[in-house]
């Protein structure tokens, strides 16, 4: 019933924006790229060359194809769509390198290459393989050499869909007669079979893919599950249906000839809609992610990498504090830190200030007037076994002075929470007092209490109101029309993860509460943050096996109004948790977190915008 209910939901969410669609086409007069927007059609290529297999960036911003005289010799092109730039990476082995796929978050691009074994997957980051143009051909195009980097794997491998910062991929792996759909994991370095069939294609929020296969007669599109390995056909009449891939909603879009030439078609509610209606072969569509929303880089924070610091924004400036840094779950005296540091926008650069008195991380801060405030965290504490505690301190930052004084006590000691403003109130709900009741303790103690801290008299009280069940930690909260949203987190106990995907509205006066449309996943250490109309999840951590958690870089969104989550199609520049989200500038600051890539296991020091 479960995954009837999650088919359910793939075939009849909506899309949230106009589709932006590239597809091959091929007539008589050649096989070239087509970009389409809503109902308008660009044809980008125009040579008598071939241009094969076509992919697009999420935010519709590039156009990767190969492209070549003959299939004998081609190569790979990315394509601006705004300045029409077109950059051309040449292999070394010339040959039917084929279906080039980029990464979600747009820094690598992978496709099946030619070698003197037989097509392998391969891959490579555009921006360092441009280290030394070789030529300029007479329509602009620049060339450069290509030594890209190959996935280990037997037989052949074609068609391949990289996950959003290129952690694992998924690909069609012919061997000894057979085609299976396969999925090559680089932090693991395990390779799983998912489906016997061809050409996968992975949805925007990796759970799915789609693939075709031939099991009566013709060709039909199926979906498998990554996590489950349920399957189920999506299509079944007699002709073929092939080419398979996702919009950000999760609905299927695929080439069928089933009037004749091959289309390209969508399902929606278990209707056939036609995209196109050309006279020629239309095939291989991809489909971009929502192009309202603009994501950019700004200037990362000074060293050393770290997450789980407190950020706030006063006066148009950012400033981050303390944090955790080295790997995940150790906590030797070196990773607590107090480092404060302030982003000015005027200058473009970030500035060290006064280090805050305590070295802590899992706080959250406020601003008012000239001050920043820091509230509690989690510290070393040598005596305790194990050696760490949640403090209880209220340390005042002077903005004026660059000077730190400790101004008061909060009525527990609290960390691994969220601090959230309404209005002149800071409410410190949610997180834990991780100080062991014993020796060995892991568990800690949850809270329920609310704590109040009044900007204007710096007086802290408890609210007459707990927070609802669950009980949680590294979750995130923010501020929206006076009322407080809480979002994911960690539920009571440490010997096991319990992810929640709880969305919880508190009135603060009152402490009434209901729950909102919940998470489409359950998650812990997400980043969130209002624009608009719109709550906006970013990253967290996602459970995918009995033990095993994946950081993600997803961007969700909820309409508040219309209270329907969806996958916006968007990703951040990397997979992370632990992120600090901050208003800047008119649009969202995503700062620092905690991720996993490869052999490696670290914070990071990026700082991502977003805006519509």
């Known amino acids: 019933m479960k995954f009837l209910i999650l088919l359910s939901l793939i075939m009849t969410s909506s899309l949230w924006a106009t589709e932006t669609i590239v597809f091959m086409r091929e007539t008589p007069q050649g ?13 980008l290529t125009r040579s008598k060359n071939w241009h094969l297999y076509p992919d697009l960036s999420s935010d519709g911003s590039k156009v990767v194809w190969v492209e070549g005289a003959s299939s004998k010799n081609l190569n790979v092109v990315v394509y601006d769509v705004t300045t029409k730039a077109r950059d051309k990476f040449e292999l070394s082995r010339r040959g039917q390198n084929l279906q080039p796929r980029f990464s979600k978050n747009g820094k690598m691009i992978f496709f099946s290459g030619v070698t003197s074994t037989g097509s392998k997957i391969m891959y490579f980051e555009p921006e360092n393989s441009r280290t030394r143009l070789d030529r300029r051909e007479a329509d602009g195009t620049r060339v450069y050499k290509l030594a890209p980097q190959t996935v280990p794997h037997d037989g052949s491998g074609f068609f391949p869909r990289p996950s959003s910062n290129g952690d694992f991929v998924v690909f069609q792996r012919s061997h000894l007669l057979k085609r299976e759909i396969v999925e090559y994991n680089f932090i693991t370095k395990t390779t799983k079979v998912l489906a016997s069939g061809m050409a996968p294609a992975l949805s925007f929020d990796e759970n799915w893919v789609a693939y075709t296969s031939k099991e009566n007669g013709s060709w039909d599109i199926w979906l498998v599950n990554r996590a489950t390995g349920d399957k189920v056909v999506l299509t079944n009449d007699g002709k073929d249906e092939m080419a398979p891939t996702f919009t950000p909603a999760g609905q299927v879009v695929f080439a069928s000839n089933r009037t004749g ?13 036609q995209l196109t209606t050309s006279q020629a072969d239309d095939y291989a569509p991809q489909v971009s992610g929502e192009t309202v929303w603009q994501l950019s880089q700004n200037t990362p924070f000074p060293s050393p990498a770290r997450s789980s610091f407190g950020s706030v924004t006063l006066d148009g400036k950012i400033y981050i504090c303390a944090g955790h840094q080295g790997a995940e779950h150790t906590y030797p ?21 006064a280090p805050r008195p305590h070295k802590a991380h899992g706080f959250q801060m406020a601003a008012f007037g000239k001050y920043l405030y820091a509230f509690g965290g989690f510290a070393y504490e040598e005596k305790n076994k194990p050696k760490w505690k949640s403090i209880d301190v209220i340390d005042r930052y002077d903005t004026e002075s660059n000077t730190w004084e400790t101004i008061g006590k909060m009525p527990r000691a609290r960390s691994s929470n969220q601090a959230v403003t309404v209005g002149t109130k800071v409410y410190l709900i949610g997180g834990w007092d991780s100080t062991p009741k014993s020796p060995g303790d892991l568990e800690g103690t949850f809270h329920s209490a609310v704590d109040i801290f009044d900007l204007e008299t710096e007086v802290i009280t408890s609210a007459r109101w707990e927070i609802p069940l669950p009980l949680r930690r590294a979750f995130t909260a923010i ?13 009571v106990g440490s010997s096991h993860f319990e992810l929640l995907n709880n969305v919880t509205l508190i009135e603060p006066t009152s402490g009434f509460h209901k729950e909102l449309p919940a998470l489409p996943f359950s998650t812990f250490a997400p980043a969130a943050g209002i624009l608009g109309d719109e709550l906006l999840v970013f990253g967290g951590m996602f459970k995918t096996g009995p033990m095993n958690y994946e950081y993600v ?5 909820m309409n508040i109004s219309k209270q329907k989550w969806r996958h916006t199609g968007r990703y951040l520049s990397e997979t992370k948790g632990f992120s600090q989200v901050t208003e800047f500038d008119g649009g969202l600051a995503i700062i620092g977190g905690h991720r996993y890539f490869a052999d490696r296991d670290e914070p990071v020091t990026t700082f991502e915008m977003i805006k519509k």
């Not at 096989?31 to 044809?43: A, F, I, M, N, S």
């Not at 030439?261 to 809609?273: A, M, P």
């Not at 501020?479 to 539920?491: H, P």
């Open 31 to 43: 096989k070239h790229v087509v970009l389409k927007v809503g109902d308008q059609e660009r044809v």
């Open 261 to 273: 030439n091959f289309q390209i078609y969508k399902l929606f509610e278990g209707n056939w809609i």
């Open 333 to 353: 005296p070196e990773s607590f830190t107090d480092y404060l540091q302030v982003f000015d926008p005027q200058v473009g650069s970030w500035k060290s200030l």
């Open 479 to 491: 501020e929206n029309k006076g009322n407080i949203i809480m979002v994911g987190g960690l539920g």
């Open 553 to 557: 870089s997803h961007i969700y969104s």
